[in-house]
């Protein structure tokens, strides 16, 4: 009998909820549709060029020696369609599109690169959404995904040659099993964290916190999903300038990571095979988890927006947290990270320039204030978040970094006498040894490139500061918006009105209020660029920064900083109300601008789909392409076609070279005396060879020497360098013995 007591009382609490019951049916209804939809029955097949249409009218199609059917003739008609499938009927669901082909890429007279595509079609809207993944001639097979968002009984493949030389084998369509059980069990997820958090917020609930608790989970949540609200279309978020790029980083990562690299130091499939690193000069750290996503089978559109909310997420819980220790009350905090949150600047980073590296930094700004706050108010440990700020910003974005730090330095010398004191000077040197040791592993591969002067990217401003009407309203690629000036001057007019006692709240804001007008005044044109850029070593570095309005992310998280101080030192004030009504108004400002700019600046398209893995830039006509962009190549490399110039071989007969990730075997003979060749690889550090010796060429590929009298193979293998490997060795030891450290700590704390 006691052993049914736990059963009663779980029925009976069961029968005090019905709409509990309610919504648990729901949600396992849900997940038994969404794995039934993950395991139904979906057509699958596959087409040999004799089951296409043929659609060509100029283009004269031939047969070659492996019996593949397409054109053989480059420039030919090349803004026909070669092929389509039959009308297919395709239920709703995730499928996986693989080409068989031979094909040879066109370049036309402009210099511009045309490969072969594939791509969807059909009338019914909203069904098979509008697709062109371009096909590799470096290649004989590629995989490419489709999304059908609803049943389909018209829908089509095109086959388009665009100009390239292009033969088809074959044509199959299969359901992609893996893609939609992963999404399954990603919902499956998301419905557990819903439910913990619906459990938080009930009052009756055992998990339920308390009221003020509440009202901050459910304002975090609403800041989170505003910002995040075009995410919620299918092409919400890929239309940004670069996004193309960072797409195929996360294919890159993942490519090298399926490889056996770690870390990922080189795209060895990029470049038509000819490897490039834009991992050295370029912290991706956080990008693993969407390559390890897009391993799993997730196609790159969901991996990209996924990393976004996971971001998004992430920089609204740290910048809360953070400003809840500062302030010590929950409405400053919310108001503040609201107003960082959904800054202008960091939605124009997210929606208009899809700047990666930009975004995911602002998430660390926060940390590295909190560190300053405890570190000159004496207020616990300050090196730990010094030591993650600055390593974040480090992994993400290095102009941020070198912007962050050039102002936190200014401020550590205002505070001079506080600063040169042992126990803040002890902090320091903690923040920094452990940020070096813990990043040693990027930092002597990027510094070593960057000594090296192996890349031949240069720097300089490229375009003038914001006029005043840009900075305010009028910006698109970068913009500060209303409210955050006002906040800081809002402050400003506090600190002049109701004068604070001298304190570290004071000190703060004012640092906020300081470091805010500064970056505001450095992105504008009214700042003297041309005569900054050339004092020595600071003007350097700050011409490096490309565009002046990059300081507008230090100053969205300064001004949403003072913004909280201001509605504090009103409160403080006994000005209550007015604390109220200046921090609605402040909000509201910014969800005004939100409600314009998701219209204005977001594409509403619903009928097209990025998931193409492919190495290619779609250029505005989209059957032109190029492969990644040129920012890292090394000293000398110059484009040719889809590879790059290379010198004549000398002194040696080579027969064959053949690419295979990151192994390279060349087929070659010397007579007597030294042969030479210039590898298809860029030359990065790394490649070794079992004969002979590697040189960087002129020409900024992998050089190899062949002794006199060769004949046979060598074999040329991209391996880290042994520094490199140190490297990575110190930064493992460092976090193991933070890592047993923090563990210590805690069990000694019981």
């Not at 480059?74 to 395709?90: H, K, N, R, V």
């Not at 930009?358 to 998430?363: G, K, M, Q, V």
């Not at 042992?422 to 490139?449: D, H, Q, T, Y």
């Amino acid at each position: 009998m006691p052993s049914n007591l736990p059963a009663a009382g779980v029925a009976a609490r069961v029968r005090r909820r019905p709409a509990l019951v309610v919504l648990l049916a729901a949600e396992l209804l849900l997940l038994v549709v969404a794995f039934y939809g993950a395991l139904r029955p979906l057509p699958a097949c596959t087409f040999a060029p004799a089951d296409l249409e043929n659609w060509a009218v100029e283009a004269a199609l031939s047969t070659d020696e492996a019996g593949r059917t397409g054109n053989g003739t480059p420039g030919q008609a090349p803004a026909e369609t070669l092929f389509s499938t039959p009308m297919l009927d395709l239920p709703a669901g995730y499928y996986r599109i693989t080409v068989r082909y031979r094909a040879q890429a066109w370049v036309n007279d402009d210099g511009k690169i045309a490969v072969p595509s594939l791509s969807s079609y059909t009338e019914q809207s909203g069904t098979v959404y509008t697709y062109e993944g371009h096909l590799d001639p470096g290649a004989d097979s590629q995989t490419l995904d489709l999304c059908v968002g609803g049943h389909s009984t018209d829908a089509r493949l095109l086959l388009r040659h665009n100009g390239a030389v292009f033969y088809l084998e074959s044509l199959s369509l299969a359901p992609n099993r893996a893609l939609m059980l992963l999404l399954a069990a990603g919902l499956a997820l998301g419905l557990l964290a819903a439910d913990l958090l619906l459990a938080a917020l009930l009052p009756s609930s055992p998990l339920a916190v308390p009221v003020p608790a509440r009202a901050a989970l459910l304002g975090l949540g609403g800041m989170v999903v505003l910002a995040c609200l075009p995410l919620l279309q299918n092409n919400g978020a890929m239309g940004g300038h670069d996004l193309y790029f960072h797409l195929q980083r996360i294919q890159g990562i993942a490519d090298s990571l399926a490889g056996g690299e770690f870390p990922v130091r080189l795209y060895h499939e990029v470049k038509s095979g000819y490897g490039y690193a834009p991992s050295l000069y370029y912290g991706e750290l956080l990008l693993y988890p969407a390559a390890l996503l897009r391993l799993l089978g997730l196609d790159l559109r969901l991996c990209y927006q996924g990393y976004i909310w996971a971001i998004t997420l992430a920089t609204a819980l740290v910048s809360y947290r953070c400003l809840r220790e500062i302030f010590g009350r929950r409405g400053p905090a919310l108001l503040g990270a609201a107003l960082y949150l959904l800054s202008p600047y960091r939605l124009v980073c997210l929606y208009v320039r899809a700047a990666v590296g930009e975004y995911t930094a602002l998430l660390f700004l926060p940390l590295i204030a909190l560190g300053l706050w405890r570190l000159y108010t004496g207020r616990g440990r300050a090196w730990v978040l010094l030591a993650v700020g600055f390593g974040g910003l480090l992994q993400t974005h290095i102009i941020t970094l070198i912007l962050t730090t050039l102002l936190v330095l200014c401020l550590v010398l205002a505070l001079w006498r506080r600063t040169f004191r042992r126990r803040v000077l002890l902090e320091w040197g903690k923040a920094a040894g452990v940020c070096i040791l813990v990043n040693l592993w990027f930092l002597v591969p990027f510094v070593s490139m960057a000594g090296s002067r192996l890349s031949q990217k240069s720097g300089g401003l490229d375009v003038p500061g914001l006029t005043l009407a840009q900075l305010l309203t009028r910006g698109e690629t970068a913009v500060c918006g209303l409210a955050l000036p006002l906040g800081g001057a809002l402050l400003l007019a506090v600190y002049l009105l109701f004068p604070p006692a001298p304190g570290p709240a004071r000190t703060a804001g004012l640092c906020a209020l300081a470091v805010g007008a500064f970056s505001l005044f450095a992105s504008t044109d009214l700042f003297p660029w041309q005569t900054v850029t050339r004092l020595p070593v600071l003007g350097t570095l700050l011409g490096s920064i490309q565009f002046p309005w990059r300081f507008l992310g230090l100053a969205a998280f300064a001004l949403a900083l003072a913004s909280g101080w201001a509605v504090q030192g009103l409160r403080q004030a006994g000005r209550a109300s007015a604390a109220r009504g200046a921090g609605a108004a402040l909000l509201g400002l910014t969800l005004l601008f939100c409600l314009q700019f998701f219209p204005d600046h977001v594409s509403l398209d619903t009928d097209s789909y990025l998931g193409d893995p492919s190495q290619w830039l779609v250029l505005d006509n989209s059957n032109q392409v190029w492969p990644m962009d040129d920012l890292y190549l090394p000293r000398g490399a110059v484009p040719e076609g889809l590879g790059f110039a290379a010198a004549q071989p000398a002194g040696i007969q080579v027969e064959e070279i053949l690419r295979d990730g990151r192994t390279t075997t060349i087929t070659c003979s010397t007579g007597d005396g030294e042969g030479f060749v210039d590898l298809p690889l860029l030359y990065y550090p790394g490649y070794q060879t079992d004969t002979g010796t590697l040189y960087p060429s002129e020409q900024g590929l992998v050089g190899l020497a062949v002794p006199a009298g060769f004949e046979g193979t060598v074999t040329v293998t991209w391996r880290e360098p042994k520094r490199w490997l140190a490297a990575d060795l110190v930064s493992a030891v460092t976090l193991a013995a933070l890592a047993g450290r923090a563990l210590y700590r805690r069990k000694k704390q019981r």
